[in-house]
């Protein structure tokens, strides 16, 4: 018996897990992220927008990594340590009673994809001076025990905070400072 | 007693990975070249590179997808979304005729293909709402 149960946990290792069902289905939770996730900018050319874009990333010590202004594309990561107070007294607290070694979060990286898109007029053409822009961002954790998790963000506050960053660099820009 | 219980991880290592390297690389399977290009193909009645590309790029986005890289020439954009599990996706476009755009996916969970054509179509239906546009089934 824990033969088989050796042999089942052993196969469910080796890769059972499956893609999960609606994975390409746009849900309106889905919907929603985009509106917290997307900005439209006024009075300023797609690559102009794009440089100021690229600023913001690197005011926020992002590396930038990959590049296609003809489709308003900019990707940029940077990693960072990811200890967090309480995970770490936690770990601590469990090896003093003897629980054992707990891992917790060592180091992360963060990584974005930021995208300007023109705002369609009504005729369908592209607007020259209004524009869209999107970042959505993802981090991988790795912890003591060199696991990994890795998750997307969506906490609007993120993104609010990112923005406001952008508006002031739109402004740096139109004034040529 | 030690030894039985090895050959029985063995047996179950085994079977759960035969597959030689070739296989992987190839990425042999049930299914042909021909069959797979089918369900993860659709064609739109556009001609506009730009507007598809940044359409992908939206439903991408739309779906929870970090863009890895964009390339304008080669119509190619590679995108990757993390949630505990890894999926990576990567779709191609060209032009079919003169009046149509040629969409290709595939996709990548953790380290296995995405073989199953409900993704697919599931992608493809967002995309037609992204583009509004009609797809057109198969190569």
């Known amino acids: ?177 | 007693m030690i030894g039985g219980r090895a050959r029985v991880l063995a047996t179950c290592l085994l079977a759960s990975a035969c597959a030689s390297t070739s296989d992987r690389v190839l990425d042999v399977g049930d299914q042909t070249q021909l069959q797979k290009r089918a369900y993860q193909s659709r064609s739109f009645d556009t001609t506009d590179k730009d507007k598809v590309l940044r359409a992908i790029i939206s439903t991408l986005q739309d779906l929870g997808f970090v863009i890895d890289r964009a390339d304008y020439t080669l119509g190619v954009v590679s995108a990757t979304k993390l949630n505990v599990y890894q999926l990576k996706m990567t779709v191609s476009t060209r032009p079919r005729g003169k009046e149509q755009t040629l969409v290709r996916a595939n996709a990548q969970f953790n380290v296995q293909p995405v073989e199953d054509p409900k993704p697919y179509q599931d992608f493809f239906a967002s995309l037609e709402k992204s583009l509004f546009l009609t797809a057109h089934a198969g190569e």
């Open chain 1, 1 to 177: 018996m824990r033969r088989l149960a050796a042999c089942v946990a052993l196969l469910a290792a080796t890769g059972c897990v499956t893609l999960p069902p609606d994975t390409f289905v746009l849900t309106p939770e889905l919907l929603k992220q985009r509106q917290i996730e997307t900005r439209r900018y006024s009075g300023i050319e797609e690559k102009d927008l794009l440089v100021a874009c690229s600023n913001v990333l690197q005011d926020l010590g992002f590396n930038l990594e990959n590049s296609e202004v003809r489709l308003g594309v900019l990707t940029a990561s940077k990693q960072r340590d990811a200890l967090q107070a309480g995970e770490v007294a936690l770990a601590i607290a469990i090896a003093l009673l003897g629980g054992g070694a707990m891992p917790f979060s060592k180091d992360q990286t963060i990584r974005v994809s930021l995208v300007v898109r023109p705002v369609r007029l009504s005729d369908a053409t592209p607007s020259q001076r209004e524009h869209f822009v999107r970042i959505t961002v993802q981090r991988i954790v790795r912890r003591t025990d060199n696991s990994t998790i890795s998750q997307g963000l969506n906490d609007p506050g993120l993104f609010r905070q990112f923005f406001e960053r952008v508006s002031k660099s739109v402004f740096i820009e139109a004034q040529n400072i």
